[in-house]
Structures are given as structure tokens and as C-alpha cells.
């Protein structure tokens, strides 16, 4: 049996997605991204010094990840002096998505500092986070070169991310969390532009998958991303 979408989606269509640039004043890039009813406030900082193991010639990127307390129908506490394993697990890999396509040469000693603040959540926020978060660096590399301290774009490619997952034996695209929350698989996909994978977290939840399924899923996800990618780069022309 197929599995019939909550919202009437075919299996590979991604929900609807948005980027509101330049959402707040003091921020040299944010971004608030709309997928479906998740809503993520990515924001991008810079600190003129970088960690003790970077060395001093070059740059890095480091991730931060939050659930707003509102952010789910029962609310949600906040984490401060300790977060819970599902919150670093999610930053890291936003940060690892993010530090690929940097070149930290060119970028020079500072730190870039990402923030994704999750005020709604309904399916998808890490990898929403990721997705957002890169229109948002974009425009961060922009005040940097436009306040002259840096001489060309760190940027080396294009990034993106999508959930896909087996629902009830059907492969889908973009999971809201009734989905998520049903499905039989779930699998996390970071890609580049081009193509490339940056990271791929696939889990077998209820049932264990084949290579077949799985090669169907990375070829829904990489549909999916190259949706993504247009998208943000229709909202860079906006």
C-alpha cells in the first residue's frame, strides 16, 4: 500500500521552503528558513580569533543548535550549561556541513560562528538548519568582502540537506514529524551543488532497509537537494 502524505505531496515532492534574508539588524548574515511548518532562525557571527588547534593562518566554523521553548506543542526547556546528546550530535553535523565548503585560507584568522534557533519544529530541522544556514554564510562572506577584510569569497561550493525515509515500504522525501515519527527508515543527506555528498546518517528505525532501497533514497534526496539549491539561489537574486 502507498503511503498516503498528511499534506497531499507526492512521495518525492519537497514541502514548500522560503528564505527571509536579512531578518535581523546586527547579524552580518540571517536567514529565517521556512520548510513547511519548520521555522529556523540561522544567524552568522564572526570572532577575530580562532580555537588553539586551528592554528593561527587560518579560519574555522563552529555550530550552535536550539530548541526555542515554543517551538514544539509541549514546551521545551531550556538547554544552558548542558545540552542534551540530540542537540550536540545536530551541531556538529551542521558544522561539518558548513566547514566543507570553506576555505579557511582564504577566510583568514577569525572564527565563523553559526547559530540555528529552531521556533518551530515539525519535521527536518537539522538539515533545514544546514540549508538555511548556507544562504545565511553566504551573505556574511558578502559584509565581510564588502567591508574590505577579506579579498575573495571562502566559499569553495554550494550546500544543502534533506531528510528521505521509508513510510509503510514507500520512499519519501522531506519528512514532516507525523512522517518522521512513522517511519520505518530515516536518512539524513548533505550534498553539494554538484553533486557530492557531504554526509549521509541513515537509520534503521522499525525495519532494516536494502541497498536497493537505499540507492532510492539517496536518488530521491539528491532530487530533493537540487530543488534546494535552486531555491536558495533564486532567494540570493531577491
Not at 519535521?123 to 551573505?139: H, N, P, S, W
Request: charged share 20%; aromatic share 6%.
Amino acid at each position: 500500500m502507498t503511503w498516503q502524505r498528511p499534506d497531499g505531496r507526492s512521495l518525492t515532492a519537497i514541502r514548500p521552503v522560503t528564505f527571509e534574508r536579512f531578518f535581523t539588524k546586527f547579524s552580518p548574515g540571517s536567514v529565517l528558513v521556512k520548510c513547511g511548518d519548520t521555522q529556523i532562525l540561522c544567524t552568522v557571527s564572526f570572532e577575530d580569533e580562532v580555537p588553539t588547534f586551528v592554528g593561527s593562518q587560518q579560519g574555522w566554523l563552529k555550530a550552535e543548535y536550539r530548541f526555542l521553548p515554543g517551538a514544539t506543542p509541549r514546551r521545551q526547556e531550556r538547554e544552558r550549561e548542558k545540552i542534551s546528546g540530540r542537540t550536540a550530535e545536530i551541531q556538529r553535523l551542521i558544522g561539518r556541513s558548513l566547514r566543507s565548503v570553506v576555505d579557511f585560507e582564504q577566510l583568514g584568522s577569525r572564527t565563523i560562528r553559526i547559530d540555528a534557533d529552531v521556533l518551530q519544529a515539525d519535521g527536518g530541522t537539522r538539515t533545514a538548519a544546514i540549508t538555511g544556514g548556507y544562504v545565511a554564510l553566504q551573505d556574511a562572506v558578502d559584509w565581510l568582502q564588502a567591508k574590505g577584510l577579506i579579498e575573495g569569497s571562502p566559499l569553495i561550493a554550494q550546500v544543502a540537506a534533506i531528510s528521505v525515509g521509508i513510510v509503510q515500504g514507500s520512499v519519501v522525501a522531506d519528512l514532516c514529524y507525523l512522517e518522521d515519527s512513522q517511519a520505518d527508515v530515516d536518512l539524513n543527506v548533505v550534498m553539494t551543488a554538484t553533486g557530492q555528498f557531504v554526509e549521509v546518517q541513515g537509520t534503521a528505525e522499525k525495519q532494516t532497509f536494502s541497498p536497493e532501497q537505499l540507492q532510492d533514497m539517496l536518488n530521491v534526496a539528491h532530487q530533493g537537494i537540487q530543488q534546494l539549491i535552486t531555491l536558495q539561489q533564486q532567494a540570493r537574486l531577491d
